[in-house]
């Protein structure tokens, strides 16, 4: 059974609750740190870490007039504060909150999309294992080409997805910088401590150099990285819609009782949810490239990346969390068609033992061309007349005078193919 998929795991992360709530965190931070260093009083930073607070339709209604959201917010919370409201925000800039806070949230959304990354991880090797020696046809250009397992399909999965973890864990790290160093970076009204402190509490690194705002070549590599993981998935769920094809059908999508598949055909099974990966994962292709267009921006800053980024960052970590639970729950509930696939390799009458029959003649002395030549005279009427490639190269008198009948039948060997599978999933480590 798919698991259901809804927002609130992910979602909670872009709530306007959890933005206010960590932009809260960040100036009770800096005013302890404010204390510490006796810049306010002590007695003050307790009071506005005890009285703090704020009300989402309050800030809302103050930003009618102020037009500005964190002024709203201050205000809002000075209400609650009272008087001690004015050691709040002393020397910062909005970005100083706003970008930090941002950077506390994208890493909360990259860890829960490592979480399914690794979940993904978890079923793809246990596929590779379960159908580790499942001949399936091999296809170069669409057409058949050698046979390969179906396991070491998974196999080639699994590693992707490995070397798309290690990008998101490489993604969170260059993400989780936080800046409170003023208007244009200086620390011109703010002590450099304030920033170290904030930081060291929020699990965040300090901007080695800032402007007013943390630099977005940071979230542009956040938002590339999603977009090679979306299109991995693409990849995937691609193969998976091209394998469940009438001609092909060597795998099916789960299909639930009850569920239809089409208004006027009541036969259809339709692999609706690899194309909606597919589908969505252009989505995220194209919110990276708005995050490119945001890396460049006027001198200090300008604010035309902000407008973008209220879109493009919460949708695209939503979208790709969802797109890793629909595709850990597809291929945890696939159907695979072992003798199916059997039955594809075979279609093409053994034709997939030309090249150990080409290499055959080679060992027996034969220059490659020659040998070549000699394989693809019966391969060309195997293919043209519909007749048993084996039973061509055995009423050869060219090639058989270099192969005797039982090294014929030794070629014609789908075992071959098989040797090796441990060894690959041995040094993909899904075999210790």
Not at 173 to 180: D, E, F, L, N, Y
Not at 326 to 347: A, H, P, R, S
Not at 352 to 374: H, N, P
Request: net charge neutral.
């Amino acid at each position: 059974m798919i698991e259901r998929y809804t927002l609130e795991e992910m979602g909670r992360v872009w709530t306007e609750e959890n933005h206010w709530a960590t932009i809260l965190e960040i100036e009770q931070l800096a005013c302890e740190a404010l204390a510490e260093k006796g810049l306010i009083p002590q007695e003050a930073a307790r009071n506005i870490r005890a009285k703090a607070s704020f009300n989402i339709q309050r800030i809302k209604e103050i930003e009618k007039t102020t037009q500005h959201d964190v002024i709203a917010f201050l205000t809002n919370v000075a209400e609650y504060v009272g008087e001690d409201a004015k050691y709040m925000h002393l020397g910062m800039t909005s970005s100083d909150v706003l970008d930090t806070a941002l950077s506390v949230q994208l890493k909360q959304a990259g860890k829960l999309i490592l979480e399914r990354l690794a979940a993904l991880s978890g079923v793809l090797r246990e596929k590779s294992l379960e159908y580790k020696d499942a001949i399936m046809m091999g296809r170069t250009h669409g057409i058949h080409a050698e046979p390969i397992t179906f396991g070491l399909k998974m196999a080639l999965w699994y590693t992707e997805n490995q070397r798309n973890i290690k990008r998101m864990k490489a993604a969170i790290q260059g993400i989780a910088v936080g800046k409170i160093s003023g208007a244009v970076g200086t620390f011109a009204n703010i002590p450099p401590f304030v920033e170290e402190y904030v930081c060291r509490r929020l699990n965040l690194e300090p901007a080695l150099v800032s402007t007013q705002i943390v630099q977005r070549d940071r979230h542009a590599y956040y938002m590339t990285t999603l977009a090679v993981i979306a299109s991995s998935l693409d990849q995937f769920a691609t193969e998976l819609r091209h394998l469940q094809r009438t001609e092909v059908m060597e795998i099916q999508e789960p299909f639930g009782k009850g569920q239809k598949g089409s208004s006027a055909m009541p036969h259809k099974r339709n692999p609706i949810l690899s194309e909606r990966i597919c589908g969505l994962a252009r989505v995220i292709r194209g919110n990276a490239a708005a995050a490119l267009e945001n890396v460049a921006l006027w001198h200090e800053r300008d604010i035309s990346h902000s407008s973008a980024e209220r879109v493009i960052l919460p949708d695209s970590t939503i979208l790709l969390h969802y797109l890793l639970v629909t595709i850990t729950g597809v291929l945890q509930g696939l159907k695979v068609n072992t003798g199916d696939m059997k039955e594809n390799v075979e279609k093409t009458h053994g034709l997939i033992f030309s090249q150990r029959v080409m290499l055959a003649l080679v060992e027996k002395g034969l220059t490659r061309d020659a040998a070549y030549a000699a394989t693809q005279r019966s391969a060309m009427r195997a293919w043209d007349e519909k007749k048993e490639f084996k039973a061509l190269i055995l009423g050869d008198p060219e090639v058989m005078k270099y192969l005797k009948p039982q090294e014929v039948e030794a070629i014609f060997d789908y075992g071959c193919h098989l040797t090796n599978v441990d060894y690959i999933l041995h040094r993909a480590g899904i075999i210790q």
